[in-house]
């Protein structure tokens, strides 16, 4: 399961959609951590269609970051998380989203900045005067973080980025931004590419009944919930893909390294499928829906035979063949 930190300027609502999440279905565990399900209609359509006894949607996990980007604690947590979601407050008289935004990210910049600025040191001592790849990778990092560009658009190459594996850059990870709008409003036009919620509503009604809190949106002329949106985004930004396994046991969300091979998809269903690997059969999840089940697109050959090298795809509904 991969983490999702919450970063932001005190007061801009990170809490409070914490909140949201852990009662949209956390499984406690640590109280700034909440574990939530991914929402995915396609596992209702595959649940009704094989008759599944369960259904088992992936996970993601949201931490709220006590201290934030203002504390080495806070960095340090980030720093573990694979991907942020940076929560600007775009409530109140005085709000200032877009400005907002501009300091959480140079924040984040200048927090590289320092961890670059020490590494460069001890690797420029260690080379003696014969600098190595891994210190140009170093040097190649801070003038782009010089020129207040993040390392993810830095132009950084495969073998760079592995130098920088140990800095653990929080100016790499993939970002999704939330704009905690106050109630009724739309997503101002400069925040176009963020996730719009209304954290304290979503806070408040995901306690209630579903008619009740569906009364409480419509009061605040909110026609949708945004909980869901922030949960798919923060997922969709962490660059992976979801396959799907189907039959009358359960059906259940899979979620895999885009760019992943079968075995290696196998191998997150359990280790013994991806070390005895023989070969995967496997049928769009569109095609499924439309052969209408699992049996009748066995029946009329169309569950394709994939070897080792296939690639996965996203909605890959995959049965997988193997010995021990
Ligand atoms: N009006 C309004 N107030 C909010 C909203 N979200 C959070 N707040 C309030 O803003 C304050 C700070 O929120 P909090 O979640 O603790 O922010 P944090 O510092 O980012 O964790 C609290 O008093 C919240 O009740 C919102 O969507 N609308
Ligand atoms: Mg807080």
């Known amino acids: 399961m991969r983490d999702i930190g919450l970063v932001g300027v005190p007061f801009s609502?990170?809490?409070?959609?914490?909140?949201?999440l852990t009662r949209a279905g956390s499984h406690g565990g640590q109280a700034n951590v909440a574990?939530?399900?991914?929402?995915?209609?396609?596992l209702g359509v595959l649940t009704d269609m094989e008759r599944s006894k369960k259904t088992v949607p992936a996970q993601v996990?949201?931490?709220?970051?006590?201290?934030?980007t203002s504390s080495a604690q806070g960095l340090a947590k980030l720093r573990e998380s694979d991907a942020l979601a940076v929560v600007v407050r775009s409530f109140g008289v005085d709000r200032a989203p877009a400005r907002e935004l501009a300091d959480v990210r140079s924040e984040l910049l200048l927090?590289?900045?320092?961890?670059?600025e020490s590494a460069l040191e001890k690797?420029?001592?260690?080379?003696?005067?014969?600098?190595?790849?891994?210190?140009?990778?170093?040097?190649?990092?801070?003038?782009?973080?010089?020129?207040?560009?993040?390392?993810?658009?830095?132009?950084l190459d495969d073998q760079e980025l592995a130098h920088l594996k140990g800095i653990a850059a929080l100016t790499l990870k993939p970002e999704v931004v939330i704009a905690n709008l106050e109630e009724g409003d739309e997503l101002p036009?400069?925040?176009?590419?963020?996730?719009?919620?209304?954290a304290s509503i979503e806070a408040e009604t995901?306690?209630?009944?579903?008619?009740?809190?569906?009364?409480?949106?419509?009061?605040?002329?909110?026609?949708?919930?945004g909980l869901d949106r922030v949960i798919a985004a923060g997922y969709g930004a962490l660059e992976l893909i979801t396959f799907l396994t189907t039959g009358d046991d359960e059906t259940r969300a899979w979620e895999v390294r885009r760019g992943a091979r079968a075995?290696?998809?196998?191998?997150?269903?359990?280790?013994?499928l991806e070390r005895g690997f023989i070969r995967a059969e496997v049928i769009s999840y569109d095609e499924l829906v439309a052969i209408g089940s699992m049996e009748a697109a066995k029946a009329s050959g169309k569950l394709r035979v994939e070897g080792k090298d296939y690639v996965v795809q996203e909605g890959d509904i995959l049965h997988v063949r193997f010995a021990v």
Do not use: C, N
């Not at 609502?13 to 949201?20: D, H, I, M, V, Y």
């Not at 306690?207 to 009364?215: F, G, S, T």
């Open 35 to 42: 574990v939530v399900p991914v929402p995915d209609p396609r």
């Open 263 to 272: 075995p290696e998809a196998a191998g997150v269903i359990h280790t013994d």
């Open 61 to 68: 996990r949201f931490v709220d970051v006590p201290g934030g």
């Open 123 to 155: 690797g420029l001592k260690r080379a003696k005067g014969r600098p190595g790849p891994d210190v140009h990778a170093l040097q190649r990092a801070k003038d782009a973080l010089d020129a207040e560009r993040p390392l993810r658009d830095a132009g």
């Open 13 to 20: 609502g990170k809490s409070t959609l914490f909140r949201a």
């Open 111 to 116: 927090a590289d900045l320092g961890v670059l």
């Open 189 to 198: 036009a400069e925040l176009s590419d963020a996730v719009g919620v209304y």
């Open 206 to 225: 995901t306690e209630m009944e579903p008619e009740e809190a569906r009364a409480l949106l419509e009061e605040f002329g909110v026609s949708e919930p």
